[in-house]
């Protein structure tokens, strides 16, 4: 049972609770420490702690928005989740009124065409159905919201060339936030440099940032299963051999290709446990 405990609680200290929301609730706490430092609209009525409420609800629907592209195929969730808290931010200082589908005093929201935090409009990613569903501080609402955004984000990622098997970075975030806003064209203005400056200065502090060049740290669920029999057995030898100590790493191909590097580190109270990190070739570092 030891060893398990000891690659649960790595795994747990990294990304959150370890279980069917391990992928997602690190995530939105990470993006929730973010979203705080932002500034933001106060709509009239609505108090600190009400504000504060419908933020986390907006950084869950965030992480779980970027459950279908934790996948290794282009940038983590991590960028990608804190690039679509940027630009709801941007758009729209996570102001209620707009969150709630309301008429705001001084912002037109593209004379009516543009709908929820991400100030979507209607295409073929999100036809007029979905769009009209996007609006509103519920649950419901505010998730496809974020789903929206992220398929639109990716997709301009895409169409600049920035997403397939690369990392996000200034430049690349730079190019996609000129290209939601301008419907794709590809070509930063300073404003966009402006905004991808800040993306920069929060990412530097991203939870799966890695001390192996080339490589990020693998959620739990992208872990092969042999991948995760070897982690464990390294941790169960932690304290038995000499070797097992806080750099030592077994490198391997799981059955899908990847390369994987199990890692000891140091984690919460100075204790031992294995971290599985990802390959990622074109990491662009």
Known sequence: MKRFTILLLTLATLFGAVGADADTSGLSRWLYSIAEKMPHSAAPGETREQYLER???????????MKPYANGQGWTTTELGLTVLEVWNAET??????????????????SGRAKCMGQIHIS?????DQWEKTVGTDEGATQLCADATARVLVAQARNCGVWAGQ??????VAKVFAAYASGGACVPTERDYARADK???F???RPDRSPLPGYRRAYPQEIPADILSSARGIASEIGKYPEIVPGFKRTEHGQDGRVYVSLVEKHAEGKLGVSV?????HAGR
């Open 55 to 65: 933020l986390s609800g907006m950084t869950k629907a965030v992480a779980v928005a």
């Open 93 to 110: 200082l996570f102001d209620q009124r707009i969150h709630a589908g309301l008429d705001h005093p001084k912002w037109t929201q593209d």
């Open 124 to 128: 073929v990613l999100v036809p007029q």
């Open 167 to 172: 990392r996000a970075d200034r430049n690349k």
């Open 199 to 201: 993306w920069n200065s």
């Open 203 to 205: 990412i530097a502090r």
């Open 277 to 281: 990190f990802l390959e990622e070739p």
